[in-house]
Every structure is written in structure tokens, then in C-alpha cells.
């Protein structure tokens, strides 16, 4: 479906104002809108027009329209001029009044490296992150830090950033069922054959996945992952045939599920076997302190 906007009348440039006046009758009058004072500056530095844009950030300064921001742009077009000597004190005062102090401490970090100066790149970067850290890729994939991407200092900035980023991937509690992971035959107890799972980790390795297809007929999908609010273990599965959740915690290198209230509680346990198995028992209990089992898996890694 085709989305129509209707455009206000102020933005066709002119507004249809209604004045009240002392006899009481209206008078109806032309109000021309006034363009953001940093227009003209704004125009100039998107055409590339970084001199004369330079010149009219200058005349904001001095008019006390917007400081903060001015001096944080006249920055970004003396940099773009390379006149990176007279940029670093404009980046300077919009640190002064607060102004975004993590692009600024980014950008000057960026004039640092430039420079050569690999320690004060370092420092700014790290102020930057204190501020707000920045995705990794605007490190990796500045030529800016070029010079000093091979540092030891940079490489462990670029290290801690990447780790906010992908939490998942590097926290070891997120891992504490990867054990479960592969594509599986799953057979009970008896040997009879159950079904089979393929289990994968998702989103940048936070979740495990496991996709379920019984022998019988019944299909399920479950999403485990660890949940930093609860810090626990947290499994939805949902099912053709049930859906059931699951919070649980790693003991002793299993994982134990459990869900119910009441005298209708349920225990769920992954245990890693030595042989490269994967034991999934399922137990009920009315008390929560004897429990009986109800159904014993054993995932086998599938052979091809």
C-alpha cells in the first residue's frame, strides 16, 4: 500500500496566520517561515562547501546561536579542509560546552592518528568509549587509524568495543549449552528410535536454537538463551502438539530447566555425557521434592 503524507503548510513556505484584532475581526495575513539559523552554515557543508561553511559557523560563534553545535561543526570543515591544527581547538570547545562528546572525541582521535600521534589517538578513543562507545566497524574500516591499527593499544580498544558489541559471542555464561549443539538422532532409553534435532546457535551466537522432529509426528521448535535480567537460563519451546517455558540454571555442566507451580511442577535436564552424548530427562513432581522421571532421551550425534 502506497503511503500519501500530507505536508503541513509551513513546510510550502508560507503560513496563513490569524490575527485578532481590537474590534474583534479577523484578519488573515501571509507569515513567512524562518529558516534555522544554521541553514545557510548546514547547505554549504553538505555541497562540500567546507570554507565558506567554515565562515558562516564562524558567524554563529560569534552570535551565540547554538555553540555548542557550531563550534562542533566548524571542526568537521576544518578537518575536512585538512587544516587539522585549527579543527582540534574548535572540537575543543564543543567538548567545553558538552556537546557530543563521543563523535568529538572520535573525530579527534581520528585527526590524532593522522597525525601520528598514537597516544593521544588512544586517549581520545578511550574518552570516547567512557561517552559512548561507537560501533567497531568505524575503527576497522577508518583509513584514518591506518597508521596506527597495528598498536597494541588500539587493537585492545577495538577488542573491548567489538565484546560490548557482541556479548554473546565472548561472555562465557552465554555458553553453557553449546554443548548441545550439532544435528542429532535421539533415541529413548529402550534404543527406539525418537526423532531428530538439529541444534544451532542465532543472533551473534545468543541463542540456541534447536529445531525438533519426531518420529511420531510431532515437530517443536525451542529458543534457549541466558537472560542477564534473571540471570538464568531461559527456554520457550513451542510445539504442534505443547509450548511450555522453561528457567533454569548450569550445575555441575547440565543445564536443569524446571516449570509448574504448585503440585504440578516439571524438571527439564541436559546433561553432557562422556561418550558425546546428550542425556534430556524430563521429571514431574507434586512437591518439588521427589520427582519421577517421565520420559529419557539420548541425543547421538547424527551420522551421514
Known sequence: MRRVSFAPVAALGSLLAFLVVANGTLVAGAQTVVPEPSAVADKYFADGQ??????????????????????????????????????????????????????????????????????????????????????????????????????????????????????????????????????????NAAGGLAGTSHVELMLDKCIVYENWTGTYGDEGKSFNHFDTNLQKWVEYYVGNRAGTMWTGAVSNGAVVFESGSGSALQRLTFTPLPDGRVRQLFESSSDGATWTPSTDLYYSRHKP
Open 50 to 187: 567546507y570554507e565558506a561553511a567554515a565562515a558562516e559557523y564562524r558567524k554563529l560563534i560569534a552570535s551565540g546561536t547554538d555553540v555548542g553545535r557550531s563550534w562542533f561543526e566548524l571542526g568537521a570543515s576544518l578537518q575536512r579542509l585538512k587544516r587539522y591544527d585549527d579543527a582540534v581547538p574548535a572540537y575543543q570547545q564543543a567538548l567545553k560546552l558538552k556537546f557530543d562528546p563521543k563523535n568529538t572525541y572520535y573525530q579527534l582521535a581520528r585527526i590524532a592518528a593522522l597525525k601520528g600521534d598514537t597516544a593521544a589517538a588512544v586517549d581520545d578513543l578511550s574518552k570516547m568509549i567512557a561517552a559512548g562507545f561507537v560501533p567497531e566497524q568505524q575503527l576497522t574500516k577508518q583509513p584514518d587509524f591506518a597508521p596506527i591499527a597495528n598498536d597494541a593499544r588500539f587493537v585492545a580498544i577495538v577488542d573491548g568495543i567489538r565484546r560490548k558489541m557482541h556479548p554473546c559471542a565472548y561472555e562465557p555464561q552465554y555458553r553453557g549449552m553449546d554443548f548441545w549443539l550439532g544435528d542429532w538422532d535421539v533415541r
